[in-house]
């Protein structure tokens, strides 16, 4: 710490002097910047004293040298300790410099003393001082000068540094080599001029010099096992090369090292004057080439690489005949290296381009020559390559592709030449790639600016709809947006240029282009399309031609939900260009629909409108504040977690700018347009805007809330506490709090707000800790220990310790992983005073000094007295005492708290950590013994140990002996047989395997964290060898002898901690601990066993996969190869000639650990280099006499498949879309298409004696099925698997023909289709003579299937390009009739004309019909097609007839055609008429409505027929479903289909709905009935169905029940919405007529006039009917119902049922116009709210209907169950509905049961149902708040009151008893005198109030119940009902 002795001296002498204050402070910075460890913390303090030496500076210039000293020497002192960072080391030289203004001899006298002292301190320099010498180098002047003078001195010791480093290999992962290497690289590159003499001069030969010539060529030869150490060194031989005099000279010794790699380890290499040995090659993986070619790309100076060399013809030069060879070379050989190959590739382009002006003086001719063999070789290289999924490569390519082509334009503009091929070449390789393939979108953007935007869209027409698809694909959509934007600003450009025209005018000629393309993208339901047009597109064009957004915004003008979004998106953009956005009140009214609407993307989009902005200090409006409360306190319980996530986003911009805006005002720096009053008002606003998020966010946080709701309040409380606070983050690169933020905290504290931290507050949070969910846990304790105090009130941790200790000893998981989450909590907000009162170990608090290690000796303790417990009856263990608890407390504690990793490093702590850490590793080993043991009936840690797991038998038959031993022998009579396992078995398992997980868990993260190399050396080992070998055996254990994957799984998270920490740690002995473990398990591979350990043991191949992922990746990983290699000759080891099937064979075994290995994400790209031995072995497999056998290849062979090619990508309906090509495949592994073509080759081969099975055959086919097809190249690598593939068009075998088919489509290029289907079109016979083999036709023609059908996906084939196929396919008609004799043969030929409808003669098209329509009339007349029996494959033609049929019927929508398929359908032939039903349930027919009209008709009127035939319940599930679908839209139901259901309609009905109220139909069924049952009573109830009606809607209750299936309570939800609005009507009438006209009542015209539209077009006819009264009480248990289901766990329910309410909340025109917009689920709750107390508020069973969700809970037993703190079983009851959340839900129904009261007159029948209600309820409600008075009047010291906080139960009981005192109080307040009066009551209304208040405020101290509201806020904290949502409704 020499840094800190010279502070000390300097403070000292500068102690009493004038300078001091200034001195002092600048030395306080300059401490704090070296006691920092993050960036920012350092920056801070280093710039603060930088401005101190500013102000220093003009003093230290009036004071003499001696004066000055000390503080120089101090800064030095500091900068020599900050060479690690240079942006630190150059502010250090910054001050230097400026304090040493007029003292620069005395600055450079100081710094030749500091870098002496390093050269003398020996011969070998340190790192630290290696990092020093480099950054003197570097960045200081006088550095440099001193280096200067000792340049021999600094060569001597970086040579001798270079050679110890090189014999001792420090470590692997060490970085004391590199640093020499850049040493040395820095001193060739900054002192050129020293150095140069020393090489090129025979009388200034430097013998060091040559010394450290050879150690570099040495690490370049591999001695350095680091491969970046290498590429460095190669670096630096190249910069030496740049001291050379003449560029001949330098040329010359590069042309020698490249020929080193020919004679590696012979003869001598005269570099200049230097000669040194030729090192040997000691690792002959070509890396060496790759070393001297990208050293000399990078560095070496342009005339060397361009200088002619002597003694080689055809004036040759580096880079164009020596270079370029090698960069070839090494892209084709180099495939582990991929990244630094291509990088090479592209350093190869650049400097081809620095140098054109000298290449083209030196060959006077092209270099790029179109037929040159340069240009071929390299644009070769880079089309092979374009498709590279190696990270980074793909970047090198497209950099090369636009520097190929800018060199091309260069050279073509330097020789004039006026035709440029090779433009024209590339476009024609882009159009022909398929467009799922990204490479071809970067050569396309550099092609356009040279040949214009025009010619490219002419050549490429199909661009736009590619570019949609491109925006569908995630990983495609960057390129896409790329190559719009190149294209869009080309055509700028070129229309800017030629017409000159206005903005106006470029505006509408972008939308002639591209307006279609983004108004189908930003109208997309695919929310991913949307989300990428708007991102990526949209607001990119607002800049680049802001007149576009008029016509974007009239694009946009309709009301349906896409146009809305899309609206949304355009508002969004232009105001993100712009900066503001005023809107008018039509606008405004449209954004507020768009933020209540129930589209997720609409609401997002609507809420990221309001709260963005492109300045953080523009404040936020009125209106803006305004719908935010609207809308938060409405999607606080959305279920999908990206929507908040997004919301939080969204969120803290707003809350960003309310603070960054306030200050502003607080400065004085607010715009001037402001006055003080707006100034005032807007800080007032911004203040209370927090303070109401704030509290909605803390009182959401109840344990009675629902996940989602407190998951999202947690995260909106993390956007206040983030934005609002002053707590700095020093991990933190962003969202650090302003300096000023303390002016506008003191601000709002003034006016009593912004108390984040107060009680209630914490208790909130403390609740959150003990929640179910380890997110909820995990977040809340992140905002308590990042934001809140840093200790809790003495108390509270109390309290807290108790609970956590309790918590711990829980069975249940969650509660024991709660139990650690708060031990960690308490731990990390406790300090030495509040330890001491925690009831610790009282030895361990009084002899151990740091907290953390005295709460881990304490967790241990408590750990050790579980062991024992467990010793003794391991069944009473894991019911009170399981150990799973406390090891993730210490788990947590060790590893997750910053404060107990420093108390590790400090010196006087190390022994205790050591022995702390010493027995707690023996502990976890004796427990793995005894839990393992125990289920292998073995007891103890001393027990043998098997060689394997045990079975399932023997695992049950332990557990069952333990259990019979904790309860005793007396009860083994009682124990019956179970399939089930008992609770007793799920408590010992439960214990074992999650105790074994976190044992896993700990062992590696401890390894992970004490083994570190960053760890101080003078700390010593704080795990020795010895406790590290016992860590070792823990896991070899838990691995070989475990059965449970989710064990298997944390422990080999922990055993891959554990390998890489000693793999990459220095100490030998250490590395050699996994490398001896690997050995054991290959040896336990191949060795004999009496048992398997691969069926026994899922953890036995993952043993392997953990020590291999623990090699570094940025080195060689000998551990993988040796592995791999060992396992493939073991696999391919010959079988034996009897094995036992119950044993595993090491050959299986070791296909298994294959399989693992190339799963393996920790892997990664490493395995890929052995892929083509594996798969080899995989198809070798496949054909292996022994089934394990089979079965392990082909598991090897998908592993090794997804490997190769990647996860799909995701691409518009979730189809697959893969990105790489067949070409790219075979260019990247040829061997591997090498082996794959052998195998087709030897399948396809003619075979004596029939044809033979070939087990790999289909799993090579399904491989090549994958891959997309690339462009068409003559002699492409995909060329030799045309043949082979054809010929499997023959195999015998079904499956081949259909995947060889597949397998087809990759191999043939788009443009050689039309030629492929028509070959294979004439091979068709033409009559039926000619037939050959059926197979053959039939692979055939699903061949030619597979081609249409992939050309149909990718934008079909030109019309005139198929013309000859088709004339060949019309001359083959006779294949649809019945002289084919095969019916498979037949389909598949209607299948492929299926394909080809729009390019047949109109007689072969008449032809067809008339074929297909003889055939399936004559199955109808109950004829045979031909046939003497019936065929295999007949009931498949008939379905492909039937689907043909109706596809030509909706393509022509001709009357005829479609009359003959309803005919169809009416005929009993069930494959016809399931065929037709699929074909309508797939939506086939969309498109034409007369089609689906007339089907709809026909199944109305044969419905009855149907129902009362009940044939089969398959049918009649598809039947209903297609009447459905066809009637999905309300507007399609017509007169005429009413007339057709004319007397049927309530025998239909009656029928359905006794099939749902009396039969067992099934649940799919049930839906399809009921939903058909609510279409029909929509469109035919008359006043005589009333009964049906009832009925109805108790079959809706029925099924609507929670406890039901999610099917059913569907069922309800969508009946509801089809029916539920026509029901209404008429109860809204009668409601209506029954009201008392008065003021308040809403107007009944305007009601009236709104409920004509309500069920929609066809739905009711109001008008024309009476009011019917007695349909008012299903109206309302209607209403009621929909309540409930809008509470449902399923959100399909749920946005059915708020479909329902939005259908009541329609504005007349609205629903013929445009459509119904459905809002969101609480939008539609507040509607339907609203509506009951508009329409309904009269009627006496409202407010009994709406009490029904008020329950009532037995307050007295949630507490006594708490105060008895029975022991926790291990299973809790599900909740049958975890998302209900009835207090939140009685809350928002309390203004309304208010309202109800306020608005009734006296006497009405609400009245007296309330005063029921009271007589019933009240004196229960009075008890229960006397109860809470007794209970919580006694203070803190409540035992169960920590407990309690967290108790849902209990909170909610709690909530609904506030709820229904205060209605109580309502009621008596409204009923007056007569209600008091009540027996049991004695309370008055003001009273009751009062007592309400004192329970309210003793519950809130308690955390047991929110802060009462303060004012009376909009939304304050829940929905209010009282004001007008209609623009939350539909639009």
Same mark, same amino acid.
């Given at each position: ?1612 939800? /969508? !009946?509801? @919405? $089809? %029916?539920? =609005?026509? *029901?209404? +009507? #008429? &109860?809204?009438?009668?409601? /209506? !007529?029954? @009201? $008392? %006209?008065? =003021?308040? *009542?809403? +107007? #009944? &015209?305007?009601?009236?006039? /709104? !409920?004509? @539209? $309500? %069920?929609? =077009?066809? *739905?009711? +006819? #109001? &008008?024309?009917?009476?009011? /019917? ?263």
């Amino acid at each position: 710490m020499g840094a800190e002795r010279e502070a000390r001296a300097c403070a000292a002498f500068y102690g009493t002097r004038g300078l001091a204050p200034t001195v002092l402070s600048c030395l306080r910075c300059l401490r704090h910047f070296a006691g920092s460890t993050a960036k920012r913390c350092k920056e801070k303090h280093l710039e603060e004293a930088l401005q101190l030496t500013r102000t220093l500076s003009e003093g230290l210039q009036a004071l003499g040298e001696a004066e000055a000293r000390p503080l120089l020497r101090c800064v030095l002192a500091f900068q020599m300790e900050a060479t690690s960072s240079c942006s630190s080391f150059q502010k250090l030289e910054q001050m230097v410099t400026q304090l040493a203004v007029g003292k620069e001899a005395l600055l450079a006298q100081e710094v030749d003393t500091l870098l002496t002292g390093l050269a003398l301190q020996g011969e070998v320099l340190s790192p630290e001082d290696l990092q020093s010498v480099s950054m003197f180098l570097e960045e200081s002047s006088l550095g440099r000068q001193h280096w200067r003078q000792n340049l021999a001195l600094l060569l001597q010791r970086l040579a001798s540094t270079l050679h110890w480093v090189l014999q001792g290999q420090p470590t692997p992962g060490s970085t004391w080599g590199y640093l020499v290497i850049k040493a040395c690289l820095q001193v060739f590159q900054v002192l050129p001029e020293d150095v140069a003499p020393l090489v090129w001069s025979t009388s200034g030969k430097s013998e060091t010099l040559q010394s450290l010539l050879g150690l570099l060529l040495e690490v370049a030869w591999g001695k350095a096992l680091n491969k970046d150490t290498r590429l460095l060194a190669g670096t630096a031989l190249s910069m030496l090369v740049n001291t050379a005099p003449q560029p001949q000279r330098g040329a010359s010794a590069v042309l020698t090292l490249f020929q080193l790699p020919s004679r590696a380890g012979t003869g001598e290499l005269k570099f200049g004057e230097l000669v040194v040995e030729v090192p040997p090659v000691l690792e002959p993986d070509g890396l060496e080439k790759l070393v001297l070619t990208r050293g000399v790309l990078t560095c070496c100076k342009m005339d060397i690489l361009s200088c002619q060399l002597e003694g080689l013809p055809h004036k040759a030069c580096l880079l164009l005949d020596m270079v370029f060879p090698a960069v070839c070379a090494l892209t084709r050989d180099q495939k582990d290296c991929h990244y630094y190959c291509f990088q090479a590739c592209a350093l190869w382009l650049q400097r081809l381009r620095e140098g054109l002006a000298a290449l083209w003086h030196l060959t006077g001719t092209h270099i790029l020559a179109q037929d040159s063999e340069l240009l071929q070789e390299l644009t070769q290289l880079l089309w092979n390559n374009a498709e590279t999924p190696v990270e980074g490569v793909s970047d090198f390519i497209h950099s090369s592709f636009r520097l190929l082509l800018e060199i091309y334009h260069l050279e073509c503009q330097h020789f004039q030449d006026q035709e440029r091929p090779l433009y024209q070449q590339m476009l024609q390789r882009v159009v022909s790639m398929p467009w799922q393939i990204k490479a071809r979108y970067v050569p396309l953007c550099a092609i356009v600016p040279y040949m214009g935007s025009q010619q490219v869209l002419d050549a490429y027409p199909d661009l736009p709809e590619h570019l949609l698809s491109c925006l569908s694909t995630n990983h495609l959509c960057p390129a896409a947006a790329e190559v719009y934007k190149v294209l869009v600003r080309q055509q700028c450009s070129e229309w800017r240029d030629g017409q000159r025209g206005t903005e106006e005018a470029l505006a509408e000629q972008w939308a002639l282009c591209w307006l279609p393309l983004l108004s189908q993208g930003l109208c997309s339901p695919l929310p991913i399309l949307q989300s990428n047009s708007a991102n990526h597109l949209l607001t990119w064009t607002l800049r680049q031609l802001p007149a576009t957004q008029a016509l974007l915004a009239a694009q946009f003008g309709g009301q349906d939900t896409m146009s809305l979004r899309a609206w949304v998106s355009v508002l969004k953009a232009q105001k993100s260009v712009t900066g503001a956005l005023p809107l008018g009140d039509e606008a405004l009214e449209r954004l507020s629909r768009c933020l209540g609407t129930r589209e997720e993307g609409v609401r997002l989009a609507a809420l990221g409108l309001l709260c963005c902005s492109p300045n953080t200090n523009q404040p936020l409006s009125g209106t803006e504040v305004r719908l935010l409360r609207e809308f938060l306190p409405l999607n606080l319980n959305c279920a999908s977690s990206s929507f908040r996530q997004l919301l939080q986003a969204a969120v803290r911009k707003a809350l960003v700018r309310l603070r960054d805006s306030s200050l502003a005002q607080l400065r004085g720096k607010a715009p001037r347009l402001s006055g003080p009053a707006e100034g005032a008002e807007q800080l007032a606003q911004a203040v209370g805007f927090v303070e109401w998020l704030l509290r909605l966010s803390i009182a959401s946080l109840s344990p009675g809330s629902n996940y989602q709701r407190k998951k999202t309040a947690l995260l909106l409380l993390a956007a206040v506490l983030e934005t609002c606070t002053d707590t700095w983050s020093p991990d933190r690169k962003k969202g650090q709090p302003p300096r000023t933020m303390a002016t506008l905290l003191s601000y709002a504290r003034q006016r009593g707000c912004w108390d984040f931290f107060s009680q209630p507050n914490l208790l909130a949070l403390l609740s959150c800790l003990q929640d179910s969910t380890n997110e909820i846990r995990d977040l809340a304790s992140e905002l308590l220990v990042r934001y809140f105090p840093t200790t809790f009130p003495e108390p509270i941790a109390l309290a807290l310790f108790q609970l956590a200790q309790d918590t711990l000893g829980s069975p249940r998981v969650q509660e024991a992983e709660a139990g650690a989450v708060l031990m960690k909590t308490i731990l990390q907000k406790s300090d030495g005073g509040t330890m001491k009162s925690l009831s610790l170990e009282a030895e361990a608090a009084l002899t151990l000094p740091g907290r953390g290690l005295c709460f881990a000796q304490h967790l241990l303790h408590l750990l050790q007295a579980q062991y024992k417990v467990a010793c003794q009856d391991l069944l009473c263990a894991a019911a009170t005492a399981p150990m799973h608890g406390a090891i993730a407390a210490l788990r947590r504690c060790l590893l997750q708290v910053p404060e107990v990793a420093i108390s590790m490093q400090a010196a006087e702590l190390v022994q205790s950590w050591q022995e702390l850490l010493t027995c707690l590793v023996t502990t976890v080993r004796d427990i793995t013994s005894l839990l393992l043991g125990a289920l292998q009936s073995q007891q103890g840690p001393g027990a043998d140990v098997q060689a394997a797991a045990p079975s399932f038998a023997e695992m049950g038959n332990a557990i069952g002996s333990l259990i019979m031993l904790g309860k005793g022998q007396g009860q083994e009579e009682e124990e019956g047989d179970s399939v089930l396992l008992s609770e007793e078995h799920s408590l010992i398992l439960t214990c074992c395997w999650v105790s074994v997980k976190e044992i896993g868990l700990l062992l590696g993260g401890l390894a992970e964290l004490l083994l570190s190399p960053a760890l101080p050396a003078e700390v010593g080992p704080l795990l020795p060898l010895p406790t590290l070998q016992m860590a070792t055996r823990v896991f070899q254990e838990i691995l070989l002898r475990c059965r449970h994957w989710g064990a298997v799984e944390g422990c080999s998270m922990g055993f891959t901690k554990f390998c890489a920490a000693l793999l990459n740690h220095p100490d030998p002995e250490l590395q050699a601990i996994p490398r001896a473990v690997l050995e054991q398990g290959l040896e336990a591979l191949g060795g004999p066993r009496s048992s398997s350990i691969t069926r026994r043991a899922a953890g036995f191949p993952m043993l392997f996969l953990c020590i291999v992922s623990g090699e570094a990746p940025a080195q060689a990983r000998p551990l993988l190869t040796h592995c791999i290699q060992t396992l493939l000759t073991l696999a391919a080891t010959a079988l034996p000639q009897d094995w036992d099937q119950t044993l595993d064979l090491p050959q299986v075994c070791a296909l298994h650990v294959l399989q693992t290995l190339v799963r393996g994400a920790g892997l990664g790209g490493a395995v890929l280099c052995h892929a083509t031995p594996m798969m080899a072995l995989a198809l070798r497999g496949l054909g292996s006499p022994c089934w394990a056998m089979r079965n392990a290849a082909i598991q090897l062979f998908s592993a090794l498949t997804s490997r190769l090619l990647g996860q799909p990508w995701s691409h518009r309906d979730g189809c697959p879309s893969e990105g790489l090509s067949l070409h790219a495949f075979l260019g990247q592994h040829p061997k591997l298409g090498a082996v794959l073509l052998g195998e087709l080759k030897v399948a396809t081969a003619p075979t004596t004696g029939g044809p033979r099975l070939h087990p790999a055959l289909h799993a090579i086919l399904t491989l090549l099925a994958q891959l997309q097809p690339g462009a068409d190249i003559a002699g492409s690598p995909s060329a030799p698997f045309l043949g082979p593939l054809l010929g499997l068009a023959e195999s015998p075998i079904y499956a081949v023909r259909a995947m060889a088919a597949k397998a087809l489509v990759p191999v043939v290029a788009p443009p050689q289709r039309c030629r492929l289907l028509l070959q294979l079109a004439r091979q068709l016979p033409a009559a039926p003579g000619h037939i050959r083999s059926h197979n053959a036709v039939h692979g055939h023609l699903l061949q030619m299937q597979a081609l249409l059908g992939s050309a149909r996906g990718t934008g079909g084939l030109l019309a005139e390009a198929l013309h000859p196929v088709v004339l060949q396919l019309e001359a083959r008609g006779w294949l649809l009739t019945p002289a084919q004799r095969c019916p498979l043969v037949r389909a598949a030929f209607l299948q492929v004309l299926a394909l080809l409808p729009t390019s047949f003669s109109p007689g072969f098209a008449q032809y067809i019909h008339d074929t297909i329509s003889t055939e399936l009339g004559s199955l109808l007349r109950g004829g045979k097609s031909g046939c003497a029996e019936p065929q295999v494959g007949s009931a498949i033609l008939h379905q492909s007839m039937a689907h043909f049929m109706c596809s030509e019927a909706a393509r022509l929508a001709d009357s005829e055609r479609i009359g003959a398929v309803c005919s169809l359908l009416q005929q009993p032939n069930p494959d016809i008429q399931l065929a037709i039903l699929s074909w309508v349930i797939a939506g086939e027919g969309g498109s034409c409505k007369e089609v689906e009209n007339a089907l709809g008709l026909t199944l109305l009127e044969s419905l009855q027929s149907v129902l009362q035939e009940r044939r089969d319940k398959e049918f009649l599930r598809l039947y209903l479903e297609a009447l459905l679908h066809l009637y999905r839209d309300p507007s399609s139901w017509s007169q005429e289909a009413s007339s057709k259901l004319q007397g049927s309609s309530r025998s239909c009905l009656e029928m359905l709905l006794h099939m749902v109220e009396a039969e067992c139909p099934g649940p799919d069924l049930l839906f399809q009935a009921l939903c058909v049952a609510s279409l029909l009573l929509a469109h035919q109830c008359g006043d005589e169905d009333v009964a049906l009606v009832e009925r109805w809607c108790a079959a809706l209750e029925e099924c609507s029940r929670c406890t039901w299936s999610e099917v059913q309570r569907l069922a309800a939800a /969508r !009946s509801l @919405q $089809l %029916a539920g =609005p026509g *029901v209404l +009507q #008429p &109860s809204l009438r009668a409601a /209506r !007529s029954l @009201q $008392l %006209a008065g =003021p308040g *009542v809403l +107007q #009944p &015209s305007l009601r009236a006039a /709104r !409920s004509l @539209q $309500l %069920a929609g =077009p066809g *739905v009711l +006819q #109001p &008008s024309l009917r009476a009011a /019917r009264p007695s349909l008012v009480p299903v109206a309302l248990r209607l209403i009621n119902m929909a309540i409930h289901l809008l509470q449902d766990e399923e959100r399909e329910v749920r946005h059915e049922a708020s479909g329902f309410a939005s259908l009541l909340q329609q504005s007349p025109g609205e629903l013929l116009q445009d459509g119904c917009i459905f809002v969101q689920d609480n939008v539609g709750l507040q509607s339907l709210l609203e509506l009951l107390l508009g329409e309904f508020g009269e009627h006496p069973d409202t407010f009994n209907s709406l009490l029904q969700h008020i329950p009532i809970l037995d307050l007295r037993s949630v507490v006594e169950e708490l105060e008895a703190n029975k022991a926790a079983s291990l299973y809790k009851e599900d909740e049958p509905n975890v998302f209900a959340e009835p207090a939140v839900l009685a809350q928002q129904l309390l203004p309304v049961l208010v309202q109800l009261l306020e608005k009734a007159p006296t006497g009405s029948p609400v009245h007296a149902s309330a005063l029921q209600w009271l007589e019933a309820t009240g004196p229960g409600v009075l008890r229960d708040l006397q109860y809470c008075k007794h209970c919580w009047s006694q203070g803190p010291a409540v035992r169960w009151g920590m407990k309690a906080l967290g108790c849902a139960k209990l909170h909610t009981a709690l909530a609904l008893l506030l709820v229904r005192a205060r209605l109580l109080a309502q009621v008596l307040r409204v009923l007056g005198e007569g209600a008091t009066n009540t027996p049991g009551l004695g309370y008055g209304s003001q009273e009751l109030e009062q007592e309400l208040e004192l329970v309210q405020g003793l519950l809130v101290q308690h955390g047991l119940a929110p802060v009462p509201k303060q004012d009376n806020a909009p939304g304050e904290l829940g929905l209010l009902l009282g004001t007008d949502s209609s623009r939350h409704a539909a639009v």
